[in-house]
């Protein structure tokens, strides 16, 4: 079974963290490039970081600027930072409230199938918020979670975007718990248009208890990669 170092990071900066996962991610491309280099089969650690940072706007390598509505002094004036940064996906939102992932994993010791790990990701949210009573699915076409899918009411709670080199993964998900959804105004979500941002606040009109979110999302993670967790 594979071993998944677990870390709640806090409340912290976004460079702090992206610069963190970096490091982690290579560490473990470094020597998986040596096994191969030297014939070897040194193991691998994975790693599971769970954080929340102050306000930040993420574009992804493949996204478009224009997705951002606002300038930046705008931003300076909201207390918000803006990144273009190396994931897949467009533009995205990260505030306090909001349980942002990072799953570091080797998925040579998962299964190597990229899809297999969204939809793994996808399926551990969709089974939290069902431990709290919100029904969500998959939108056709479009990754993350969802709620209200074939109604005139369609609203995004997770967005999803990820980096992966030699079956490395970094970046991940970012679900929307207590957050201050005013933020999401100054962006076209994702670069969908069409379709409204959510909650799990809104969802149930009242504040939740992000730690006990957090503890049911990492027990679902862990049951659907079938990993076990380690101290590091």
């Given amino acids: 079974m594979p071993k998944v170092v677990f870390q709640d990071l806090g409340l912290i900066d976004y460079k702090e963290a992206w610069d963190y996962q970096e490091?982690?991610?290579?560490?473990?491309?470094?020597?998986?490039?040596?096994?191969?280099?030297?014939n070897r089969k040194d193991p691998t650690l994975s790693y599971l970081l769970f954080c929340e940072h102050p306000h930040v706007y993420t574009l992804g390598k493949s996204g478009d600027e224009n997705n951002l509505l606002v300038n930046e002094n705008y931003l300076k004036s909201r207390g918000a930072t803006f990144y273009k940064i190396n994931r897949g996906g467009d533009i995205t939102y990260h505030g306090p409230g909001q349980i942002v992932g990072y799953p570091i994993l080797d998925l040579d010791n998962f299964f190597t199938d990229i899809h297999k790990y969204l939809r793994y990701l996808e399926e551990a949210v969709i089974l939290t918020l069902a431990d709290y009573g919100i029904k969500s699915t998959r939108s056709d076409g479009e990754t993350g979670v969802w709620l209200g899918v074939g109604t005139n009411n369609v609203r995004k709670i997770c967005a999803l975007g990820v980096r992966s080199s030699r079956w490395v993964t970094m970046h991940g998900f970012a679900f929307n718990v207590n957050c201050d959804l005013s933020y999401f105004g100054n962006i076209i979500p994702c670069g969908i248009a069409d379709k409204s941002v959510t909650s799990m606040q809104k969802e149930l009109g009242d504040e939740v208890d992000i730690h006990e979110v957090k503890f049911n999302l990492k027990s679902h993670l862990k049951d659907l990669f079938d990993f076990h967790f380690i101290n590091g």
Wanted: glycine letters at 0%.
């Fill in 23 to 38: 490091k982690r991610f290579n560490e473990i491309l470094d020597i998986k490039k040596n096994n191969r280099k030297e």
